[in-house]
Nanobody, 133 residues
Framework: EVQLVESGGGLVQAGGSLRLSCAASGFTFDDYAIGWFRQAPGKEREGVSCISSSDGSTYYADSVKGRFTISSDNAKNTVYLQMNSLKPEDTAVYYC??????????????????????????WGQGTQVTVSS
């Protein structure tokens, strides 16, 4: 059974940093992608970033480029999201998700349109990130 467990959320002041972790287990896929998504109250879920297992390609939403960095530690089966220069508008529940169909630019572009609804197969329970002004 595939399980994704997020951690690292919390309360931080604007300009601060947090690192989210997504611990994955039960994977037997050769080609997959791990994505980070977020959902703020009253808003649709949106894609934040993703990383492909095949070549390590990374993709970001325009709103977080230059501030967030996604990385993976394959030995620990963990994907990280380093978030710097946080803004109040980054406040949301952050979810990690796994896609069994690999990744790539087209896959990520579709994820941005659909909030990962059709592109990702497994989801974690989410972790709250709150950025105070």
């Amino acid at each position: 059974e595939v399980q994704l467990v997020e951690s690292g959320g919390g309360l931080v002041q604007a300009g601060g940093s947090l690192r989210l972790s997504c611990a994955a287990s039960g994977f037997t896929f050769d080609d997959y992608a791990i994505g980070w998504f977020r959902q703020a109250p009253g808003k649709e879920r949106e894609g934040v970033s993703c990383i492909s297992s095949s070549d390590g390609s990374t993709y970001y939403a325009d709103s977080v480029k230059g501030r967030f960095t996604i990385s993976s530690d394959n030995a620990k089966n963990t994907v990280y999201l380093q978030m710097n220069s946080l803004k109040p508008e980054d406040t949301a529940v952050y979810y990690c998700a796994a896609s069994t169909r690999g990744g790539g630019r087209t896959h990520w572009g579709s994820s941005l349109v659909h909030g990962g609804r059709y592109e990702y197969d497994y989801w974690g329970q989410g972790t709250q990130v709150t950025v105070s002004s």
